[in-house]
């Protein structure tokens, strides 16, 4: 059939070579592509052998982007909206309870972050939000409510940032005044106690911002329930 085009503007995946090189699509193998996201992987894979692909994503409006790839390769692509934990039972009863690989594209998504209003992103301003679904906890909930040694830890765990507690007291410091409702009011939170970083070094916020979006999305314990899934949908000899 015809090359499906993608939208350049997309998120593209960085290691789309070596991914394709280690599952090998090819006709009439399945595959799970468990962070559809703008579909980079997925069409791909469609793109270069007669393959089919379940593809799942917990963000809705990854889900929407995606229908226009659906139709266009008729049949062989289908979408499951929900958390990859769940994968197992997403592709109960189908033709993906048993596969020849599985795919992962972890972290955030570059249009997730182009989107101000979703608040992941520390260089626009937007609402302090950071869920990848409308459920649960935002970002805002946890550094307006959480105790400060609570907001320490997270940051310490899932950002790995060593001025975790100096961040910390900063953010509680400020919520006496104001809540914090914005990306920007908490990125400048963060640059107030931290020193400037030179040109070539990422923003001081990148840890801060990583390691709430982390914990608000719950995404370690996520990613250990799909590894875990992984173990029973691979062929054997099939690739995660």
């Not at 270069?48 to 889900?63: K, N």
């Not at 001081?204 to 799909?226: C, G, M």
Request: charged share 25%.
């Amino acid at each position: 059939g015809a090359e499906v085009t993608r939208d350049a503007s997309l998120h593209i995946p960085v290691m789309l070579d070596e991914v394709t090189a280690a599952l090998r699509p090819e006709a009439g193998k399945v595959f799970i592509d468990a962070t559809f996201g703008n579909g980079g992987y997925s069409t791909h894979f469609l793109n270069i052998s007669d393959c089919y692909v379940t593809a799942i994503d917990r963000d809705p409006d990854a889900i929407a982007r995606g229908q226009t790839i659906v139709q266009a390769f008729s049949g062989r692509l289908s979408l499951c909206e929900g958390s990859f934990s769940a994968m197992r039972q997403m592709v109960a009863g189908t033709d993906f309870e048993q596969v020849d690989g599985i795919t992962f594209d972890l972290g955030v998504c570059s249009t997730q972050l182009d989107q101000a209003k979703r608040g992941f992103s520390f260089r626009l301003d937007g609402p302090l939000d950071m869920r990848m679904t409308p459920a649960g906890e935002s970002a805002g909930d946890v550094v307006n409510s959480y105790k400060e040694e609570q907001i320490a830890d997270i940051l310490w765990r899932y950002g790995e940032e060593r001025a975790s507690r100096r961040v910390a007291q900063a953010i509680v410091k400020a919520r006496k005044n104001y809540p914090i409702a914005r990306t920007g009011q908490l990125a400048e939170i963060v640059h107030s106690v931290m020193p400037r970083p030179k040109p070539s070094q990422p923003d001081s916020a990148t840890r801060t911002f990583q390691a709430l979006r982390i914990y608000v999305n719950q995404e370690l314990d996520e990613l250990e329930h799909a590894l875990a899934a992984c173990v029973y949908l691979l062929k054997p000899g099939g690739i995660v």
